[in-house]
Nanobody, 122 residues
Framework: QVQLVESGGGLVQAGGSLRLSCAAS????????MGWFRQAPGKEREFVAA????????DYADSVKGRFTISRDNAKNMVYLQMNSLKPEDTAVYYC???????????????WGQGTQVTVPS
């Protein structure tokens, strides 16, 4: 059974930083492209960042470029999202997702975590 479990969310002041983690189990992790998505209240789920199998290629939404960094540790079956210079508009539930091989920026991922809340007060 595939499981993706996010952690690291919380409340942080504008300009602060958070590091989200996603622990994967039940899948051949090194064969999965991984992504982070977020969903704010009343809005659709949107792409944040994605990383290729080896970690050599990454992709980011324009809204987070230069502030967020996605990384992975295939030895530990972990993917991370380092979030710096956080803004109130970054407030959302953040989801980890995985799909075999191909990096995509759409929601066409096979497996999803339960999400972790990030709140940046205005």
């Amino acid at each position: 059974q595939v499981q993706l479990v996010e952690s690291g969310g919380g409340l942080v002041q504008a300009g602060g930083s958070l590091r989200l983690s996603c622990a994967a189990s039940g899948l051949a992790f090194s064969n999965y492209a991984m992504g982070w998505f977020r969903q704010a209240p009343g809005k659709e789920r949107e792409f944040v960042a994605a990383i290729s199998l080896s970690g050599g290629n990454t992709d980011y939404a324009d809204s987070v470029k230069g502030r967020f960094t996605i990384s992975r540790d295939n030895a530990k079956n972990m993917v991370y999202l380092q979030m710096n210079s956080l803004k109130p508009e970054d407030t959302a539930v953040y989801y980890c997702a995985g799909r075999p091989f191909e990096v995509v920026t759409t929601t066409q991922y096979n497996h999803w975590g339960q999400g972790t809340q990030v709140t940046v007060p205005s």
